[in-house]
């Protein structure tokens, strides 16, 4: 026999696509079926601010202008629009 709660899930994904509310659905599909994981720990690290400037640091590093001069040219015409 089904627990009450399969049932409910199930009977509120069958009234969701029977009404035709994707949003309801997909709400409803997602609290069953999909987990949420979280990254806790990168390289040592679970302060969400350190791991943000590792992040930061990474991607300065990884993505380097290989002009320096044009680059700078399309910062300041960026930051002027």
Known sequence: MPNAAVVSYSND???????????????CWRSIFETVSKCVEVEQCCNANNIANK???????????????QAEFLRKEYVLL
């Open 13 to 27: 994904l069958h009234d969701a696509l029977l009404c035709k509310n994707g949003a309801v659905f997909w709400k």
């Open 55 to 69: 992040f930061a640091c990474h991607f300065s590093y990884a993505y380097k202008a290989n002009d320096e001069q």
